[in-house]
């Protein structure tokens, strides 16, 4: 084989081998937990926000940024719209199927909103990385979870979330929105009851 007829071959795997890196430093770029505090560069720099001993960020109010359109098809194949929930404290919770912190914490997180229903606290899931829906709607029949959960396999509605504000960046990862539907609180890690019901109670309690 001349050197010629191997040239194009090296320049398709260089370029192969350059779409991979883009799309794995994307992955790790979604999937890194927060490692500061606040005064995080980029997108929202104009919200602060502070990290508590136990690990969930929050932001005054006045200090809060909007979260992003959340819209699209649920692994139900119903649509759904967060901005429908303004008026009320939203729960949002980044899960997958194939996550093992997601399973320990899903039993909690659907007692926390059934007994928060009735003081208009709304829970949304948004499943992300499960190939099919039917993995997810397994998830949610074992658990018995009865909240619904937008489904976005890439992980673009995460990605919507501006740099620099409690924008989800692990699964699982919740967030707590306010009443005018900004983000007041971010937890990067698994939650138990206890501390889920600590995050939301500031929030609920504001008038």
Known sequence: MSAASRAPSRSNRARRRAVLTTAGAAVATLLMSACSSGGTSGGGGDTN??????????AKKGERAQAPDLSGKT??????????????????????????????????????SRDLKAKDVQFVGINTRDTSTAGARAFEKQYGVGFPSLYDPTGRLMLRFKKGTLNPQAIPSTLVLDREGKIAARSLAALTEEKLRRMIDPVLAEK
């Open 49 to 58: 926000f502070v990290m508590g001993k136990d690990g969930i960020s929050t």
């Open 75 to 112: 692994v139900d194949g119903k649509q759904l719209d967060v901005a429908s929930y303004k008026g009320k404290v939203v729960v949002l919770n980044v899960w997958g199927s194939w996550c093992p912190p997601c399973r320990a914490e899903a039993p909690g997180f659907e007692k926390v």
